[in-house]
């Protein structure tokens, strides 16, 4: 794997990845990568629509100032 894929991975992962992801291509490098990417990306999505949902439970008036001190 080269170093260029490996810093993309590493970025991915918050963390090195394991040693036996050394031995990856870089196709397969990239290909985990876009996949952590999307799989972090569905999962916020999915995230922010529930949190929406909750916020309905929340009367009208309290809402916006309710999600401004929540994720200020």
Do not use: I, K
């Amino acid at each position: 794997m080269s170093a260029e894929e490996l810093a993309l991975l590493r970025a991915e992962l918050g963390a090195p990845p394991p040693e036996s992801f050394g031995s990856l291509d870089d196709t397969r490098a990239r290909t985990l990568t876009l996949a952590l990417r999307r799989a972090r990306e569905r999962r916020a999505s999915g995230l922010n629509e529930a949190v929406e949902d909750a916020l309905t439970l929340v009367p009208a008036l309290t809402r916006e100032p309710l999600r401004r001190m929540l994720f200020r």
